[in-house]
């Protein structure tokens, strides 16, 4: 059975950081690219970052580029999404994804496995 769990998410104000994590369970984890992706009520699910499983190159939506940063740690099946400068903008529910091998990363369709989310609110 596979298995993505998120966690990390809460209150926080503008400015401050969170760090997400995602272990992930029933999946070979090197076979993987990991996603996060947000969403709030009534848009459409957003992509945030992914991390791709070979090189562990990364990209990052325009949004939150230099400010978010993804990693994985293969010994640990985790991937994680470190938030920095946090802004009201950014409050959605978190979500980490798994996807096989394929070019269309920055896609929601593009991934398998989901995890079910981790709150993220942001007061200004």
């Known amino acids: 059975q596979v298995q993505l769990v998120e966690s990390g998410g809460g209150l926080v104000q503008a400015g401050d950081s969170l760090r997400l994590s995602c272990v992930t369970s029933?999946?070979?984890?090197?076979?993987?690219?990991m996603g996060w992706f947000r969403q709030t009520p009534g848009k459409e699910r957003e992509f945030v970052a992914t991390?791709?499983?070979?090189?562990?190159?990364?990209d990052y939506a325009v949004s939150v580029r230099g400010r978010f940063t993804i990693s994985r740690d293969n010994a640990k099946n985790t991937v994680y999404l470190q938030m920095n400068s946090l802004k009201p903008e950014d409050t959605a529910v978190y979500y980490c994804?798994?996807?096989?091998?394929?070019?269309?990363?920055?896609?929601?369709?593009?991934?398998?496995?989901w995890g079910q989310g981790t709150q993220v609110t942001v007061s200004s």
């Open positions: 994804a798994a996807g096989p091998m394929g070019p269309r990363l920055l896609i929601p369709s593009s991934y398998t496995y």
């Open positions: 029933g999946l070979t984890f090197n076979h993987y690219a």
């Open positions: 991390i791709r499983w070979g090189d562990t190159s990364s």
